[in-house]
């Protein structure tokens, strides 16, 4: 099975910095990888689908890069209302595995 | 407006069986793959199951092959999953979630979720 990492597990930063979460498969999964953002106490939400396809309605500070194992989900400008924890999953077979996820606080 | 409400959580002893299910609308739901995807207290998120619009698809995650059985009825705008053989570990709020556009196979991210149902499993 392809197993799925993230990397930082946590980090803070400041307001207005620049946020960047990587995620690795240990296999290549072409393009079929998508991010979510889970706010304390609430349901998952797509962020990104395909890599680097913005959901609608989600705010164009966020965004998504990579293709085969290596990903990114970049903020650009980190905002209060971002603290969260952020999960890849890839989608390309059999099975649709989570990475572990990356907590994101403001410092 | 895409609506998934799920049902059917509870306390459940090892061993025993539970049924969930989610009531779709807002969408044509013999459209898309749905998912249940789970998450255990303090935990991150683990897929449970994948079913593809005609069922022509279905996936399990490792840990509940051969014990949960994913279904839907699309005349009934319905999405099910059957649990036997319970454990502890499957102690979860389980989520139903729609699939999206962009898809591999029966395989598809999940583009709108429900608000979860918790089951439960202690003695």
């Known amino acids: 099975d392809i197993q799925m990492t993230q990397s930082p597990s946590s980090l803070s930063a400041s307001v207005g910095d620049r946020v960047t979460i990587t995620c690795r498969a240990s296999?290549?999964?072409?393009?079929?990888l998508a991010w979510y953002q889970q706010k304390p106490g609430k349901v998952p939400k797509l962020l990104i689908y395909a890599a680097s396809t913005l959901q609608s309605g989600v705010p164009s500070r966020f965004s998504g890069s990579g293709s085969g194992t290596d990903f990114t989900l970049t903020i650009s400008s980190l905002q209060p209302e971002d603290v969260a924890t952020y999960y890849c999953q890839k989608y390309n077979s059999a099975s649709s595995t989570f990475g572990p996820g990356t907590k994101v606080d403001i410092k | 407006e895409v609506q998934l409400v799920e049902s059917g959580g509870g306390l459940v002893k090892p061993g025993g069986s539970l049924r969930l299910s989610c009531a779709a609308s807002g969408f044509t739901f013999s459209s898309y793959s749905m998912n249940w995807v789970r998450q255990a207290p303090g935990k991150g998120l683990e897929w449970v199951s994948s079913?593809?619009?005609?069922?022509?698809?279905?996936y399990y995650a490792d840990s509940v092959k051969g014990r949960f059985t994913i279904s839907r009825d699309n005349a009934k705008n319905s999405l099910y999953l059957q649990m036997n053989s319970l454990r502890a570990e499957d102690t979860a709020v389980y989520y139903c979630?729609?699939?999206?556009?962009?898809?591999?196979?029966?395989?598809?991210?999940?583009?709108?979720w429900g608000q979860g149902t918790l089951v439960t499993v202690s003695s």
């Open positions: 079913i593809s619009s005609s069922s022509s698809y279905i």
């Open positions: 979630a729609r699939g999206g556009g962009y898809c591999s196979g029966g395989s598809c991210y999940s583009a709108y």
């Open positions: 296999q290549g999964i072409s393009n079929y």
